[in-house]
């Protein structure tokens, strides 16, 4: 990877954006692709029926989407999950990603994110309670003992895994996002769980005995006549709730947090007028965003950007971070401005546009204002325990600190 790039996407995709519409990207492993960096494309884009996200969708490419999936299987990837690969919401196109996305959202819906709020709160205020005992020398680290469990206790709550099962899920989980099969048979030398089979077993209990969570709504929605949510469905749509609400609220979290400690003038603003936390996390999601690029777009038939061609078949990721520090659409990106305002077609991407926007928006706004408001609440001298630049970050396609030790101060 480009040493720029890894150091600081933020102005490194600005550079780009400023030289050029439509740019190359070589990366081991991957095919060449193109990227676009300004927000008009990006959105074009994100939402422009002539591009898909699965290749399979591409006339004469289906072919090629079969033997990467043959080569998958004869390379020990279980069949569940190359099946899934190619059958979860974020990689369906067209009439099939209608229908199970108009399906999800009749239990995914905005009312339950909203009636979860009580429960953000009090899981939460119950993190918060423990900081102070889990410092060492002053110091906690907020990214292994606050922005992870959070959104990982949100989800379990919402999904309607049981407290006590949810270490198990979480390894599970884990396993599944890291791409490791179950390293062996467990101790007692029976095959180990995945977390498919977690999601499959919750469903049958539920089944059974429903309650009132997202796992029994979707049973109901399985169940209904009409279009309805297949066996697989039923479990892979959980688990992508999982996978895509997990890991990018807990690097928003954390990275909101770095963002109001290292921008204080902003924070005391924050404080003075809590009525400004929904458009601050907004502002925070365009400023900070963890999800660098959306998913790859394949395009189904020549298409023009920028004078040059991205031909039938090519793969183009939209960068949604170099979109949204376009100063075409934004004043001043670099500022961070908490009270900024802008036009309401021209809102940041970091939740995506299109047919593929973010189905769990809502739900990460609500977790990442109730997180700040009650972090800065309880610890008013909170501060990082090291300079903003000794903090580690990853490498990989989302900007995320791998640590985030501060010093609580004064409750
Ligand atoms: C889609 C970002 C939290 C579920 C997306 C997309 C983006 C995104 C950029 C569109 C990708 C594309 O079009 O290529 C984020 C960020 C989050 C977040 C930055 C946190 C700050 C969540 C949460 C959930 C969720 C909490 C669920 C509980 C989904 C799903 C899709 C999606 C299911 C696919 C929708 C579809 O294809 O129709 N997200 N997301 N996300 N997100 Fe999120």
Same mark, same amino acid.
């Given at each position: 990877?480009?040493?720029?790039?890894?150091?600081?996407?933020?102005?490194?995709?600005?550079?780009?954006?400023?030289?050029?519409?439509?740019?190359?990207?070589?990366?081991?492993?991957?095919?060449?692709?193109?990227?676009?960096?300004?927000?008009?494309?990006?959105?074009?884009?994100?939402?422009?029926?002539?591009?898909?996200?699965?290749? @399979?969708?591409?006339?004469?490419?289906?072919?090629? &989407?079969?033997?990467?999936?043959?080569?998958?299987? @004869?390379?020990?990837?279980?069949?569940?999950?190359?099946?899934?690969?190619?059958?979860?919401?974020?990689?369906? $196109?067209?009439?099939?990603?209608?229908?199970?996305?108009?399906?999800?959202?009749?239990?995914?819906?905005?009312?339950?994110?909203?009636?979860?709020?009580?429960?953000?709160?009090?899981?939460?205020?119950?993190?918060?309670?423990?900081?102070?005992?889990?410092?060492?020398?002053?110091?906690?680290?907020?990214?292994?003992?606050?922005?992870?469990?959070?959104?990982?206790?949100?989800?379990?709550?919402?999904?309607?895994?049981?407290?006590?099962?949810?270490?198990?899920?979480?390894?599970?989980?884990?396993?599944?996002?890291?791409?490791?099969?179950? &390293?062996?048979?467990?101790?007692?030398?029976?095959?180990?769980?995945?977390?498919?089979?977690?999601?499959?077993?919750?469903?049958?209990?539920?089944?059974?005995?429903?309650?009132?969570?997202?796992?029994?709504?979707?049973?109901?929605?399985?169940?209904?006549?009409?279009?309805?949510?297949?066996?697989?469905?039923?479990?892979?749509?959980?688990?992508?709730?999982?996978? @895509?609400?997990?890991?990018?609220?807990?690097?928003?979290?954390?990275? +909101?947090?770095?963002?109001?400690?290292?921008?204080?003038?902003?924070?005391?603003?924050?404080?003075? $007028?809590?009525?400004?936390?929904?458009?601050?996390?907004?502002?925070?999601?365009?400023?900070?965003?963890?999800?660098? +690029?959306?998913?790859?777009?394949?395009?189904?038939?020549?298409?023009?950007?920028?004078?040059?061609?991205?031909?039938?078949?090519?793969?183009?990721?939209?960068?949604?971070?170099?979109?949204?520090?376009?100063?075409?659409?934004?004043?001043?990106?670099?500022?961070?401005?908490?009270?900024?305002?802008?036009?309401?077609?021209?809102?940041?991407?970091?939740?995506?546009?299109?047919?593929?926007?973010?189905?769990?928006? &809502?739900?990460?706004?609500?977790?990442? &204002?109730?997180?700040?408001?009650?972090?800065?609440?309880?610890?008013?001298?909170?501060?990082?325990?090291?300079?903003?630049?000794?903090?580690?970050?990853?490498?990989?396609?989302?900007?995320?600190?791998?640590?985030?030790?501060?010093?609580?101060?004064?409750?």
């Amino acid at each position: 990877q480009c040493p720029a790039l890894v150091a600081d996407p933020f102005t490194a995709y600005s550079e780009i954006r400023e030289r050029t519409r439509l740019v190359r990207a070589n990366m081991p492993g991957v095919e060449p692709f193109w990227m676009v960096t300004r927000y008009d494309d990006a959105k074009l884009v994100l939402s422009d029926p002539r591009f898909v996200v699965n290749s @399979a969708n591409v006339p004469g490419k289906a072919e090629t &989407a079969n033997r990467i999936e043959q080569y998958q299987l @004869a390379n020990g990837i279980s069949p569940e999950h190359v099946a899934f690969s190619r059958a979860n919401l974020p990689s369906l $196109d067209g009439a099939d990603h209608h229908r199970l996305r108009g399906l999800v959202s009749r239990a995914f819906t905005p009312r339950r994110v909203a009636r979860l709020r009580p429960r953000v709160e009090e899981i939460t205020a119950r993190l918060l309670d423990r900081l102070p005992r889990l410092a060492e020398d002053g110091v906690v680290d907020l990214l292994r003992h606050f922005a992870t469990p959070l959104p990982l206790t949100v989800i379990c709550e919402l999904v309607g895994v049981p407290e006590d099962e949810r270490d198990r899920f979480r390894v599970a989980v884990w396993e599944w996002m890291a791409g490791a099969a179950p &390293a062996g048979p467990a101790r007692d030398g029976a095959r180990r769980e995945t977390a498919f089979d977690y999601v499959r077993g919750l469903i049958g209990r539920r089944r059974v005995r429903p309650e009132d969570d997202l796992a029994s709504a979707l049973i109901r929605v399985h169940d209904e006549d009409g279009a309805r949510l297949t066996d697989s469905e039923l479990v892979w749509t959980i688990l992508t709730l999982v996978v @895509a609400g997990y890991e990018t609220t807990m690097h928003f979290i954390s990275n +909101g947090i770095v963002a109001l400690l290292t921008h204080p003038a902003q924070l005391a603003r924050l404080r003075d $007028d809590p009525d400004l936390m929904p458009r601050a996390v907004e502002e925070l999601l365009r400023w900070c965003d963890p999800v660098l +690029g959306g998913h790859f777009r394949y395009a189904t038939e020549d298409v023009e950007i920028g004078g040059e061609t991205v031909a039938k078949g090519e793969a183009v990721m939209p960068i949604i971070t170099g979109a949204d520090y376009d100063p075409r659409v934004f004043d001043d990106p670099h500022r961070l401005d908490l009270a900024r305002e802008g036009r309401r077609d021209q809102s940041h991407l970091g939740f995506g546009h299109g047919v593929h926007f973010c189905l769990g928006a &809502a739900l990460a706004r609500q977790e990442a &204002a109730v997180a700040f408001d009650g972090l800065f609440r309880r610890f008013p001298d909170l501060a990082l325990a090291v300079e903003p630049g000794e903090l580690r970050h990853g490498r990989e396609h989302l900007w995320k600190f791998l640590e985030l030790p501060v010093r609580l101060g004064t409750e």
